[in-house]
């Protein structure tokens, strides 16, 4: 089941990624609502579309406008200048790396991209559990972005997931990586050791 409050409301969607902007109410706690690496989840008219967070940006609301500095904490300009926070917004992106077709979770683009105005919710622990449970097909997905650092992506993915992964988890994870990677070995010792820092 999912979580009451959303985490973002899509503002750009396609078959491959899709962007949102985090609530202003969301924005006034003291941690982030949204990680790199997290598994989020749309739920469309559809299906239910999971993606993983791949960038994340702080930005004025209004494009031309410029940020300038205040000189002041975050605390200070919410007692005394609150509208300075309220013209930006912080915008996240995840790739699509699977959606349910029926009970089962396929780590594979959704026929359909989530509609913009949708929302945008953290994967619940069954979400998660049951995404973990596949072979990690969706690393060639990742793998695969333009517009992302791939491995960056699969760290924090990991990192934020390493406690739920079983040991025969691990070593999917590992031959997977190695056969998408081509035996760049470096490249794999680099993600992994730093999984595992």
């Known amino acids: 089941m999912m979580k009451s409050t959303h985490i973002g409301e899509i503002v750009r969607s396609n078959t491959v990624r899709f962007s949102a902007v985090v609530p202003q ?3 006034q706690e003291t941690s982030s609502p949204v990680k790199l690496g997290q598994l989020v989840k749309v739920a469309t008219a559809h299906a239910t579309v999971f ?14 406008r410029q940020i300038v500095p205040h000189g002041k904490t975050k605390e200070e ?17 995840a790739l699509t790396v699977g ?6 979770i396929l780590q594979a683009m959704p026929p359909t991209p989530p509609d913009l105005h949708d929302f945008v919710y953290h994967a619940s622990h069954d979400d998660v ?6 072979p990690p097909t969706f690393l060639r997905l990742i793998l695969q972005s333009k517009d992302t650092s791939p491995d960056e992506v699969i760290v924090a993915f990991f990192r934020n997931y390493q406690a ?13 990586l190695s056969y998408l990677l081509a035996d760049d ?11 595992y820092d």
């Not at 739920?164 to 997977?176: F, M, T, V, Y």
């Open 185 to 195: 070995h470096r490249r794999l010792e680099s993600i992994l050791t730093r999984i």
């Open 129 to 134: 559990a049951a995404f973990l449970k596949n």
């Open 99 to 104: 959606f349910y077709l029926g009970s089962k």
């Open 164 to 176: 739920k992964l079983s040991r025969q988890d691990l070593i999917a994870l590992g031959k997977e």
């Open 25 to 27: 109410a969301l924005l």
């Open 51 to 64: 993606g993983i967070v791949s960038f994340i940006e702080q930005s004025p609301i209004e494009a031309h």
């Open 77 to 93: 300009l919410r007692r005394e200048m609150p509208q300075v926070l309220e013209l930006v917004h912080t915008e996240f992106t």
